[in-house]
C-alpha cells in the first residue's frame, strides 16, 4: 500500500507540474487583448486546464499524501 500511494503521490505531482507549466505557457502566448470575444477564448481553454488537470492533480497529491501520512506509524 505505501508503494502504491507513493506512486500515486508521484504521479499526482507531475501532473501537477505539467499543468502550472502549461498555464504558464498559455499566459505567455496568450494574444494581446484586441477583442473581448479572443480574451474570453483564451481565459476559457485555461479554465478548462484547470478543471480537467490541475484540480485533479492537486486532489491527487493532497489525499496521496495524507493517506501516506496516515498509513505510517511515525505519525
Known amino acids: 500500500m505505501r508503494k502504491f500511494l507513493k506512486f500515486l503521490h ?3 505531482g507531475i501532473g501537477l ?3 502550472l507549466v502549461v498555464q504558464l505557457l498559455m499566459l505567455q502566448n496568450m494574444p494581446a487583448v484586441e477583442t473581448l470575444e479572443a480574451y474570453a477564448t483564451a481565459r476559457g ?3 478548462l486546464v484547470a ?3 490541475l484540480f485533479p492533480s492537486l486532489a491527487v497529491v493532497l489525499v496521496s499524501g495524507l ?3 496516515a ?3 511515525a505519525f
Open 10 to 12: 508521484s504521479l499526482g
Open 17 to 19: 507540474t505539467g499543468a
Open 45 to 47: 481553454q485555461m479554465g
Open 51 to 53: 478543471k480537467w488537470l
Open 67 to 69: 493517506l501516506s501520512m
Open 71 to 73: 498509513w505510517t506509524d
